[in-house]
Every structure is written in C-alpha cells, then in structure tokens.
C-alpha cells in the first residue's frame, strides 16, 4: 500500500534506466519524511493489527518493543524475517572482524557466548508476536550456533530478570565463555552475583577464557572502573549499535573508539543536517528538512540519522 501511494514503481523504473543518483532526488519530492508516531498512525497500526502488505511484503509477524523517546511509552518497530536475517548477517560479520584483534587464542571461537539479552517467551497477540528485539534475535539464532549460545533456550525463556540472573549464576561453573555480549549494567551485576555465589575474587576464577565483551545501549565509560575490579586481566571491549530499528553500526578494530556504519545491508541512511534549518528549538524536525546520502556528507559536522528499510 505505501509503495503504491508514493509511485514506487516510477522510483525502481528512475533506478534501472536513469543517472546514477536521480532516483534519490525523485524519492526525497515524492515520499514525506516520517517520524515513529505520524509514520504508526498512518501505516503501520494497520500491520501491527493483522493486515498483510501495509509497508512491507506480507505480513509481519514479530514486534519489537522499543522503550519510548517521544509521546508513546513504548514503540512498536516491526521486525520482518529479511530484517532478522540482516542483524544474523552483521552479527557474524562482527565476529569475523575479530581477526583484527591481535594475540586472541586460536581456541576462543570453540568458546560459549553468553548472550545476556531479553526473553524469548514472546507475548503472543494472535496476529504477531511482540518483545525486546534481543529476545526475537535470541529465539531465532541459526541451529549451527546453538552450542554455543548460552544460557540455552530454557533460561533465556524467563521474563523475570532476577530469577534470570540466579538461574544463570547457579549453572555459571558448568560453562566455559570466551564472550559476553550485554548491556553493561545486568552484565556488571551478573558478574558480582557470580563472584559472590562462588566466594572468588575475579570472574575469571570461574571463566578463565573469558576474552571479549560486546556492549551497547548505552555508554561504557561510566561503568569501566567498576567493571575492570571484577576482572583478574583486561577484556577486549567491543562497540555495537544494534538497536530495535536495526543492526546500525559495530567497532571493527580495537585501534578506534569510533564504529562503522553498516551500509550495505538493509537499512538506506538518511543524514539532516543538525542545525537550525533542520530543527527547531526543541529538537523536533522541520517539515521541510534537507537530507543527504552517505557520500554526500561533510566530515566533522553533526548529523541526524533517518532510516528506511
């Protein structure tokens, strides 16, 4: 319905037979810039309550719920089975950039991944499935992972966080992880249940081949000191930005605090400049606001980020 609204087939034709760029400008005349709460209203509402081809080929049949930046508490972002493949697809992708890590032990891939994220016991709305997009990715993570993922299907299933934590600690000793991937406050805290369970000094007592942490949500630095007390060595810290809307960007080599853009798989990237031409006094989007791709961006300048998928 929304590519029949906004003419998509005179885009995908001014894509095939035009210059090179032309399909952008056309896109930019033809199809409103939406934020979350105008593009739900409009469109998605319809998805979000059964209807098939709203905004997306068939029907989606997973939502994740994104904790709410403006007006509604939580927001519905929809998560396709091409989105799911495409976050599997930049997961690996970052692990596979470990190689440029340097004196990681040529075992650590054999390792567990404690993957500490939302649970997979999804609330099941009868026309879609709604939960933390960790959760959604967590219950379809490909079988030939599986050995490796832990806390297993079972202990990943468990909605409350406490009892999650405990039934992980007490079966911690049983494991042997080489990664943990986290937000660094449940990672912090379950490292100090772990310590304490089992009267040790470090998690390393109990994870000796512990090596990388993966970390996103939020900023790492306030949490580094309070984390490195918990460690008998340093961990090699890993940036991600995977966000309910997509896997956006990861740290690719331990010499930059910086993170790449992931470009190239599934998500178009949208830049406005951050000024007053753009946005008002409150930070809200001008209708008329002017965006740029990639390439066209100006190095050392504040830009806002639109996405499409």
């Not at 891939?109 to 499935?129: A, I, Q, R």
Request: glycine fraction near 8%; charge should be negative.
């Amino acid at each position: 319905e929304f590519g029949e609204q906004y003419h998509f087939d005179k885009l995908l034709s001014n894509i095939l037979f035009e210059k090179p760029e032309s399909f952008y400008e056309l896109y930019k005349k033809t199809v409103p810039i939406y934020d979350y709460n105008t593009i739900f209203k409009e469109w998605w509402y319809k998805s979000l309550d059964g209807g098939k081809d709203i905004c997306w080929p068939g029907q989606v049949k997973h939502y994740a719920l994104s904790s709410g930046t403006s007006e509604s508490a939580s927001k519905h972002i929809p998560v396709t089975k091409a989105m799911s493949k495409a976050i599997q697809k930049t997961s690996i992708r970052q692990i596979i950039s470990l190689g440029n890590y340097k004196d990681l032990p040529d075992n650590l891939y054999e390792k567990g991944f404690l993957m500490l994220g939302g649970s997979t016991n999804l609330t099941d709305l009868d026309t879609h499935f709604e939960g933390d997009l960790s959760g959604i990715t967590a219950k379809q993570i490909p079988y030939w992972f599986r050995p490796y993922y832990k806390p297993g299907e079972k202990i990943a299933s468990e909605k409350d966080w406490g009892l999650k934590l405990e039934e992980i600690t007490l079966q911690a000793h049983e494991w042997d992880i080489g990664f943990i991937v986290g937000v660094p406050a449940w990672i912090q805290l379950l490292m100090e249940k772990i310590i304490a369970h089992y009267q040790v000094k470090t998690i390393h007592d109990i994870w000796p081949n512990l090596h990388i942490f993966a970390h996103g949500g939020v900023s790492f630095e306030p949490y580094r000191k309070g984390f490195e007390k918990l460690l008998a060595r340093p961990l090699i810290y890993i940036n991600t930005y995977l966000a309910s809307e997509g896997f956006i960007a990861y740290q690719m080599s331990p010499d930059t605090k910086g993170m790449n853009l992931v470009c190239d798989n599934g998500i178009f990237f949208f830049f406005f400049p951050f000024n007053e031409d753009n946005f008002d006094a409150y930070g809200g989007l001008l209708p008329n606001a002017k965006t740029y791709m990639v390439d066209q961006v100006e190095a050392n300048k504040e830009y806002a980020l639109l996405l499409s998928t």
